[in-house]
Antibody, heavy 120, light 111 residues
């Protein structure tokens, strides 16, 4: 079973930037597709985006709500996943989870999340 | 508003069975056999309990079962236990533009 630990959350002003990190262990990160999922206060989960493993091109896909503002990257040598968030809005306030894909479009492992608050 | 519709809350007594519905559209739930369910206790990591509509990961109790009909998927918890009290989220693959949609989550209360 994989272990995922997010970090980097905090309070940021509207228009600001923040970078989240996710450390992975317990599975072969090089072969993993990874995702970010968020949960705004009192709301359901929302898929933010994903990044494929290098052998599948290593490209990232994004939800429409964050496309052009958020960037997902990975460092396979460090078993780390990142989420660079720019031009942050109040609507981006949420608990951000890192997740590891299972075989077909589901999330096998999750972290506990890191809280991002966008407020002046 | 979430893309998939779940009841906000469901409750049951210990030992009873409950069912949580997850209604989408022909663009997501209705088009793919790729509905997954997650159990989320507060301050813990969400946990995968069902994938591909009906499959259970190893280690997940057989008390959890899933089904799908048309645009609606369902999660049934039988023999309800105190530790089942949590939020439950459904998720469906929705194609290569939207990728994944979630429900709003259902809070299960064990009376």
């Amino acid at each position: 079973e994989g272990q995922l630990v997010e970090s980097g959350g905090g309070l940021v002003m509207p228009g600001g930037s923040l970078r989240l990190s996710c450390g992975a262990s317990g599975f072969d990160f090089n072969y993993a597709w990874m995702a970010w999922v968020r949960q705004a206060p009192g709301k359901g989960l929302e898929w933010v985006g994903r990044i494929k493993r290098r052998s599948d091109g290593g490209t990232a896909d994004y939800a429409a709500a964050v496309k052009g503002r958020f960037t997902i990257s990975r460092d396979d040598s460090r078993n780390m996943l990142y989420l660079q968030m720019d031009s942050l809005k109040a609507d981006d306030t949420a608990l951000y989870f890192c997740a590891h894909y299972g075989g077909r479009e589901y999330f096998r492992d999750w972290g506990q999340g890191t809280l991002v608050i966008v407020s002046s | 508003q979430s893309a998939l519709t779940q009841p906000a809350s469901v409750s049951g007594s210990p030992g009873q069975s409950i069912t949580i519905s997850c209604t989408g559209t022909s663009s997501d739930v209705g088009s793919y056999d790729l509905v997954s369910w997650y159990q989320h206790h507060p301050d813990r990591a969400p946990k995968l309990i069902l994938y591909e509509n009906t499959k259970r990961p190893s280690g997940v109790s057989s008390r959890f079962s899933g089904s799908k009909s048309g645009n609606t998927a369902s999660l049934t918890i039988s023999g309800l236990q105190a530790d089942d009290e949590a939020d439950y989220h459904c998720c469906s693959y929705a194609g290569s533009d939207t990728y994944h949609v979630f429900g709003g989550g259902t809070k299960v209360t064990v009376l």
